[in-house]
């Protein structure tokens, strides 16, 4: 059966920020308590835009990159800095020769290689070793990089080696995802085929919690990862497989812009490792005064004794689209540290139409056309609740109106010119002028389901004015 399709797209110019989460009930409301505030502002040598920070056992120091110093009237040269746990300044570096954007920044413990990301052109993540000195950014470094826009990451963020694997886990910024790395046989981080043989998963962190992922690390105590984004005061616990461990809150009333992550010995110096955040604070491209920077160091509290259970979705899949009255598949699974396999206590809920199921399989045909937030859920005998969700759309036969609008800042981007910056954190769009540069500006309509083998009859795109000016303009539309 042909389905046809008449789609109207808001791209409101005035956007509000929105979270695509979820509240998880065994997030316990766990806290990670504010230990030390670092002003990088205050610095000798200033990092007004901290991106990325990783503690290096080698140098028994912390690292902080900073993507957008080279942008004020501040920068001397410097955009990496070395400083110890208690956030006093040991020494200045430069990345220009290789990067004037220095984002994310991990370590590989048992060969002190530094990895640092770039999250514009030309997109890349470059290995930095120091050579038979051991001392970073002299004349015996041995610099190699590779593509991350190779594999489908557009705004690699921040990133952190896992020594337990070997792979590379990079925070995948406006898609929501988390890039795994592999390095593959040769265990050279050398991209993708064909210019080298590393292969990459994925995973969406978006219904765990956490949207626009800017910082991630890797903890040892619990074989898993942090992750932070939207909201900024939350705290993403998950396995290095994408399942949820708990979402933490961020005790901080000073988080503008978190960015980078790294786990650490404490600064109080009692054996405990801290939770590392740097937090970028104002854009420059909106206050090209601003100098805001600051380092936060956080407690984590330990898990809870009782873990949660793990619940996993295999179908259908994140998106998938389905004609009414036809019958749609269900599987799932839910284990649990101390109960073993619940599967068979799994509840199947809708938001749209209640409890649809039950148990690891079930086959449904009943259900409601548009939107599902599907939702299997289950509890152990501790009544720790675990869950997993994914939307579904279920059209109607025939023709049919679909509506979605732009209701995220990370879903619009405005590029200078053919090779200049791009962002995705603006108010608004300029379409297509911003102080006489010409732009490009990108549209992404992140919530749209069109179904497969669907005949699109007509589309439309409004836009709504914050502002009010008289004049023509042509614009040039593309769509893919």
Same mark, same amino acid.
């Given at each position: ?131 038979? +000195? !051991?001392?970073?950014?002299?004349? %015996? *470094?041995?610099? /190699? &990089? @590779?593509?991350? $826009?190779?594999? #489908?990451?557009? =705004? ?6 896992n020594p337990a694997d070997g792979r590379l886990y990079i925070a ?17 981080? +050398? !991209?993708?085929?064909?210019?080298? %043989? *590393?292969?990459? /998963? &994925? @995973?969406?962190? $978006?219904?765990? #919690?956490?949207? =626009? ?239 497969a083998n669907a005949t699109i009859e007509e589309a439309y795109i ?19």
């Amino acid at each position: 059966m042909k389905t046809n399709l008449i789609m109207f797209l808001a791209a409101a110019v005035y956007l509000f920020d929105s979270v695509a989460g979820v509240s998880q009930a065994h997030a316990n409301g766990q806290t990670a308590t504010l230990v030390n505030t670092t002003e990088l502002f205050n610095w000798t040598v200033p990092s007004p835009d901290p991106a990325g920070v990783v503690f290096v056992p080698g140098a028994d120091s912390l690292f902080v990159t900073d993507s957008e110093v080279n942008e004020t009237g501040l920068f001397t040269g410097s955009n990496m800095f070395q400083a110890g746990i208690d956030g006093s300044l040991y020494e200045t570096f430069s990345t220009i020769e290789f990067t004037s954007e220095p984002t994310g920044i991990t370590v590989n413990p048992a060969n002190g290689h530094l990895f640092i990301s770039e999250d514009d052109s030309p997109r890349r993540i470059y290995e930095i070793d120091p050579g038979p +000195d !051991g001392i970073y950014r002299n004349t %015996d *470094d041995i610099i /190699t &990089s @590779f593509s991350t $826009s190779a594999f #489908g990451s557009w =705004d690699a963020e921040g990133l952190t080696f896992n020594p337990a694997d070997g792979r590379l886990y990079i925070a995948g910024g406006a898609i929501d995802l988390v890039y795994v790395v592999d390095p593959g046989a040769n265990q050279l981080f +050398d !991209g993708v085929s064909p210019a080298g %043989d *590393d292969t990459v /998963t &994925s @995973f969406d962190v $978006s219904l765990l #919690g956490i949207t =626009d992922p800017e910082g991630i690390a890797y903890d040892s105590l619990t074989d898993a990862l942090y992750v932070v984004g939207k909201p900024i005061d939350k705290l993403l616990h998950v396995s290095t497989s994408g399942e949820l461990l708990r979402l933490l809150t961020l005790d901080s009333p000073l988080l503008q812009r978190p960015a980078g992550l790294g786990m650490g010995p404490s600064s109080l110096q009692n054996g405990a490792q801290s939770l590392y955040l740097v937090d970028r604070g104002d854009d420059n491209n909106y206050d090209p005064l601003e100098n805001d920077g600051r380092l936060f160091e956080f407690s984590l509290p330990p898990l809870p004794a009782n873990q949660a259970p793990v619940v996993a979705i295999s179908a259908p899949v994140q998106g998938e689209s389905f004609a009414a009255n036809s019958a749609v598949t269900f599987i799932g699974t839910a284990t649990d540290a101390e109960d073993g396999d619940l599967s068979a206590s799994l509840v199947w809920t809708s938001d749209r139409d209640g409890t649809i199921g039950n148990g690891p399989q079930f086959d449904i045909s009943t259900l409601s056309t548009g939107q599902h937030t599907i939702t299997a859920s289950c509890i152990d005998s501790s009544q720790a609740a675990g869950l997993s969700m994914l939307s579904v759309l279920v059209y109607p036969q025939g023709s049919y109106v679909l509506e979605t609008r732009v209701d995220s800042s990370s879903d619009d981007a405005e590029q200078r010119g053919l090779n200049g910056n791009t962002w995705i954190d603006g108010n608004d769009l300029e379409l297509i002028q911003d102080n006489s540069v010409e732009q490009i500006v990108g549209l992404r309509f992140n919530t749209l389901q069109i179904p497969a083998n669907a005949t699109i009859e007509e589309a439309y795109i409004r836009f709504q004015a914050d502002e009010v000016q008289t004049g023509a303009v042509t614009l040039e539309i593309r769509a893919q």
